[in-house]
């Protein structure tokens, strides 16, 4: 079963991703900052991290992105940045730190749905 | 968008909003990111008024509405008066928001804000060209500089008197900008190192993790950098000569910690009498030191209305018999919560791909139950 973990600070959007995702077979972990989604990572090893860029604490989601994919144990993991910054100069420094996909909340949850099956699909 | 217009909607005295049809924005200037919390890219939250924007935009004509609003002050209920007209485009509009219902109009202080915003800036500006030529031809004569000394002091405290006035109905610090905190101190310590060199002031900085990985700040990167420098200078000047400045940055769960220890920063000046000079001021100095203090104290005010926008606080600790000053910032998110906006946002948006979720769960499961109905038939 494929692992996702959701790093969300607001308990009504991480549940709302939560809903989504139980229409579909998956293993669903949740953090709610920055820096325990870090050592959520590194202990359940998802295959794919839903991850907020705006989130009170010593690391916001970029720096989370930045330190996965700067890991060799970990940079396996798709990261799926949701933010409510829609911006272009947002989006592209979500790809210099290395996001596989950038949601723009309030993002479609059907879109979630295809993006997280898209990047778990066999390559 | 054009830099000349930018200016002229950011300068607009009613808050503007540009939206589409369905109620998104494409741009907020300042007065109505103050008023409404909406940025470009978010949808309107207030339904009477996404059904004005819709109206107006199908029928072509002006609508008045009373919409939701961000409470602010003491008076009003947050409701905002707004009038939506037809965009440029067919299927935009703009929303123009006024007062707040039930608020007082409060357009004395606005004014006074304005006037000094739009009526010094400028003057301010030549005295600064006519000093420096007046420093340039001064030919070194002792009563010529000791003048041009005193009017920069007080050139310096104006030009803060500006600035703190340009913050009030400023819409450009609810920015949320993404800010690396070191490369800002940087840039910060590159404007300040000239007046630490003049002092012979070391300056050490220290933090818990590597400076690269601090936690990031968000907000007016602009104002914020302000803050960094004022404090950075008046720390520097309140330094005794020859001596080491140590700044510590220190990661407190959400919070992160500037700290400048063992050093009255603003508050040095205070503790002198009026009029007496500060130990080691130059001969002649002490009609310097009114306008000085003057300067320290708009600055003090200036730093800590910015930094208590941004959701912080300056303080003085004492630690081990040291008097240290604070810079105290939530980090890794702005400090106004644009949650319930967004949540209900979302929500809707839950709502609407439900059915089309539901249906995608029920093929899912279809094929495993199919098998099974094939062998009991």
């Not at chain 2, 509405?65 to 209920?77: F, H, K, L, P, Q």
């Amino acid at each position: 079963m494929n692992r996702v973990l959701i790093v969300e600070d607001q308990s009504d959007i991480r549940k709302l991703i939560r809903m989504t995702l139980e229409f579909e077979a998956y293993e669903i972990h949740e953090a709610s900052d920055g820096a325990s989604g870090l050592r959520m990572a590194r202990a359940v090893m998802p295959s794919i991290m839903l991850l907020d860029v705006m989130m009170p604490g010593e690391m916001d989601g970029l720096q989370v992105c930045q330190a996965i994919k700067g890991d060799p144990h970990l940079r396996h993991i798709k990261v799926v940045l949701l933010t409510a910054r829609g911006q272009a100069r947002d989006q592209e420094a979500g790809r210099a730190a290395g996001a596989d996909e950038y949601l723009v909340k309030p993002f479609s949850p059907l879109q979630l749905i295809d993006t997280i099956e898209r990047l778990m699909a066999p390559a | 968008m054009h830099a000349s217009l930018t200016e002229l909607l950011e300068n607009l005295r009613p808050g503007l909003l540009w939206v589409t049809r369905e109620g998104i924005v494409r741009y907020a200037n300042g007065e109505a990111a103050a008023r409404t919390g909406l940025a470009a890219g978010r949808k309107l939250y207030d339904p009477d008024l996404a059904r004005a924007v819709a109206q107006s935009v199908a029928g072509r004509v002006p609508r008045v509405v009373n919409a939701a609003g961000v409470v602010t002050g003491t008076a009003g209920n947050g409701e905002l008066k707004c009038r939506v007209i037809p965009g440029l485009a067919q299927d935009d509009a703009f929303v123009l928001i006024g007062q707040q219902v039930g608020q007082d109009d409060g357009s004395g202080f606005d004014n006074l804000m304005q006037a000094i915003r739009t009526d010094v800036r400028e003057p301010l500006r030549g005295a600064r060209a006519a000093l420096e030529l007046v420093q340039a031809q001064g030919g070194g004569s002792g009563e010529i500089e000791a003048l041009s000394d005193g009017v920069g002091q007080l050139l310096d405290v104006v030009d803060k008197l500006v600035d703190l006035a340009s913050l009030w109905g400023s819409g450009t610090l609810l920015a949320n900008d993404r800010i690396e905190l070191w490369p800002m101190l940087q840039q910060v310590w590159a404007e300040v190192e000239p007046q630490a060199l003049d002092r012979s002031v070391k300056v050490r900085f220290h933090a818990q993790t590597g400076a690269d990985s601090l936690a990031t700040l968000y907000g007016s990167e602009r104002w914020l950098k302000r803050v960094f420098a004022e404090c950075l200078d008046a720390a520097v000047r309140a330094t005794q000569r020859g001596s080491l400045l140590e700044i510590e940055h220190r990661q407190m769960g959400a919070r992160a910690l500037i700290v400048f220890r063992d050093c009255g920063v603003f508050a040095a000046r205070n503790s002198a009498a009026p009029g007496v000079p500060m130990p080691g001021a130059a001969k002649g100095s002490a009609a310097r030191q009114p306008s000085a203090g003057a300067r320290e104290q708009i600055g003090l005010k200036l730093c800590q209305h910015i930094v208590s926008l941004h959701g912080g606080q300056l303080r003085e600790e004492h630690e081990d018999g040291q008097r240290n000053f604070l810079i105290d910032l939530p980090t890794g998110a702005p400090h106004r919560d644009a949650g319930p906006q967004l949540d209900i946002a979302q929500a809707q948006r839950y709502a609407s791909d439900l059915a089309a979720l539901m249906s995608r769960a029920r093929k899912r499961a279809a094929p495993a139950a199919a098998p099974a109905t094939a062998a009991g038939g």
